[in-house]
């Protein structure tokens, strides 16, 4: 008799996390539902839409657990108690431990697992495309930030900058799949905050000079109305 119900002792959390794994390392439309099944301990086709409603519930529920944990990453983002400059480093240093611990699929599961998608589930690379803007705003929120404290020179251009930072971040999916070692990911990290040092060292000197020229501009000023 072919087998109905869920198999005994079926935990719905620990079947997400395992779900999670398989649409990680192969991507939303290479993931199959009988590899689904026998990852939950061999359920049947009834039973994962009863607890599931969808492959692609399924693939929701994923993202918010991968969210929720993995995800947190980028926190420091979105943490006012840290400078800009230590936001956008422990977030680039963080995504890079993660994505090189092979504990888990290498790599980011909100770039990786919609790379290629059919056009009838373009929406699930709409969904995964939203939460990397959040990260892009992240991003340039700090640098903003930065601009208006004196950290980063006025006329810095924080939209470009913003654009340089995520290009890195969603690049680690790559590097991390071709094992680049997390010693080298780290100092790319230190390089890439080196340009940050240079651009508030540079604007400091600029500033340096303007009020010197400025003084000495209201110095001759003075001394020729007298």
Not at 37 to 53: E, L, P, Q, R, V
Not at 96 to 121: F, I, K, W, Y
Request: aromatic share 6%.
């Amino acid at each position: 008799m072919a087998r109905t119900g869920r198999p005994r002792g079926f935990d719905k959390d620990e079947a997400v996390q395992k779900a999670m794994s398989l649409f990680w390392e192969h991507g939303y439309e290479a993931t199959s539902l009988t590899q689904l099944k026998a990852a939950m301990g061999g359920i049947s086709a009834a039973s994962f839409y009863a607890a599931f409603t969808s492959k692609e519930g399924l693939f929701r529920k994923v993202v918010d657990h991968y969210l929720a944990t993995y995800g947190r990453v980028t926190a420091p983002l979105h943490d006012s108690a840290l400078t800009p400059r230590e936001a956008i480093e422990q977030t680039l240093q963080r995504s890079a431990r993660m994505q090189t611990d092979e504990a888990h699929p290498l790599g980011c599961l909100v770039v990786a697992s919609t790379s290629t998608c059919s056009p009838e589930n373009r929406h699930l690379q709409a969904r995964l495309a939203q939460v990397r803007e959040q990260n892009r705003i992240g991003l340039l929120v700090c640098l903003d930030r930065a601009v208006a404290t004196g950290d980063l020179p006025h006329d810095a251009d924080a939209a470009a900058l913003a654009a340089v930072f995520n290009t890195f971040l969603v690049g680690l999916t790559t590097q991390a799949r071709d094992r680049v070692p997390l010693a080298s990911l780290d100092a790319a990290v230190s390089q890439l905050m080196q340009m940050w040092d240079g651009l508030a060292t540079h604007g400091s000197r600029t500033q340096g000079v303007s009020g010197q020229s400025e003084r000495q501009l209201s110095t001759t000023s003075t001394a020729q109305s007298t």
